[in-house]
């Protein structure tokens, strides 16, 4: 048995406060314009076989270095580089008496893409002087897991 589907996904997400950017829209959280990704399954007897092949624009973030908290509210966004990921997977489905069994393993991002999936900003506020200090957060990097499930 096989299956593979293809997902595309196309939009924004934008919101305005009449305090923030003197009512302008800005992007939300949540505003990523496109994310694609294609599945693929095979099963053959005991044994299954996946990949996944992940892609997206990237998210926006307050670019607090060059944005106001002080009345009236001006920020500046930026956006997340684009992300993309591949993953394979392989496992057995076994019995041991009446336990059934499945044990496999995971490869996470294949290709050891380096992606981005957050912000930390961090601001310093000193007597005469302020200043912050963005870091993108990285997500994981190539990496292997194994696993077992069972069920009685």
């Not at 994310?35 to 990949?51: A, V």
């Not at 997206?56 to 001006?74: C, F, K, M, Q, W």
């Not at 044990?103 to 996470?108: D, E, F, Q, S, V």
């Amino acid at each position: 048995v096989c299956a593979s589907w293809f997902s595309l996904s196309l939009g924004h997400s934008r919101q305005n406060f009449p305090e923030i950017n003197s009512g302008s829209e800005i992007p939300s959280p949540a505003d990523q314009p496109f994310q694609i990704s294609w599945t693929n399954m095979l099963s053959m007897g005991k044994w299954n076989l996946g990949t996944i092949l992940l892609c997206s624009s990237g998210r926006p973030y307050i670019d607090y270095a060059t944005s106001s908290n002080h009345l009236p509210v001006e920020r500046n966004y930026k956006r997340l580089p684009d992300y993309f990921r591949t993953d394979l997977s392989v496992n057995r489905n076994f019995a041991v008496g009446r336990v059934k069994l499945k044990g496999g393993i995971a490869l996470i991002n294949i290709f050891d893409t380096q992606n981005y999936f957050d912000v930390n900003t961090r601001k310093f506020d000193f007597e005469n002087s302020s200043f912050s200090e963005t870091t993108l957060i990285q997500s994981q990097p190539f990496s292997v897991n194994m696993f077992i499930h069972f069920a009685l």
